[in-house]
Every structure is written in C-alpha cells, then in structure tokens.
Nanobody, 123 residues
Framework: QVQLVESGGGLVQAGGSLRLSCSASGRTFSSYAMGWFRQTPGKERDFVAGISWSGSNTYYADSVKGRFTVSRDNAVNTVYLQMNSLKPEDTAVYYC????????????????WGQGTQVTVSS
C-alpha cells in the first residue's frame, strides 16, 4: 500500500511558478514509477509528467515540455513537479499517482492516487 498526499497548489499569475510535492507513505515508494496528472471539471484526467523509480527517466506531455520538470527524492519519499511559465490553461486539479505497470500516460497504469491539489493560474 502506498498513500499519497499532494501539496503546493495555489493561485498564481500567468508566467509565474509553483512547485508541487507528493509525499508518500510506505517503504516501497522507491520501487514505483510515479506520474502527475491533471483534471478540469467535466474533462478526463490528463497525463502531465512521469518519472521512473530511479529518477533516471522522465516523460512529459507535449503541452508542458520545456516548462515543467518532474523529479523525485527517494530518501524522503517525495516526488515533485516544478511548474514554470504557467498559463491559464494549466489551471486544474493536479494528482500524483504510483504506477503499477503499463504506459505512463494511461490512468489505468496507476495503482494509487493522491487526493489532488488545486492550481489556478490567472491571466
């Protein structure tokens, strides 16, 4: 079992930055690849970024490449999402998830989810 808790969301102006954190409980955190997703009302949950268990491989949605950076620190059971040059269209609830198997971009690949943190980007 892995329990995930996101933090770091908030309100920011366009062009600003935020760093989201996802803290995990459980001794097996370092064995999981992790992903970040986001969701707006009435829409599906979309892939944002993923990172392998070691942190050596990262993956991004085209919409955030060059602006967002995913990283992890297995010593403190935490994965991060650094978000720069934020745009109003980045407004969403952001979720972290622990990947079980399958492709990073599919929600079906993830076994555990956090409760989400709201990010709002004003124009």
């Amino acid at each position: 079992q892995v329990q995930l808790v996101e933090s770091g969301g908030g309100l920011v102006q366009a062009g600003g930055s935020l760093r989201l954190s996802c803290s995990a409980s459980g001794r097996t955190f370092s064995s999981y690849a992790m992903g970040w997703f986001r969701q707006t009302p009435g829409k599906e949950r979309d892939f944002v970024a993923g990172i392998s268990w070691s942190g050596s491989n990262t993956y991004y949605a085209d919409s955030v490449k060059g602006r967002f950076t995913v990283s992890r620190d297995n010593a403190v059971n935490t994965v991060y999402l650094q978000m720069n040059s934020l745009k109003p269209e980045d407004t969403a609830v952001y979720y972290c998830a622990a990947r079980n198997s399958g492709t990073y971009a599919s929600t079906r690949s993830y076994a555990y989810w956090g409760q989400g943190t709201q990010v709002t980007v004003s124009s």
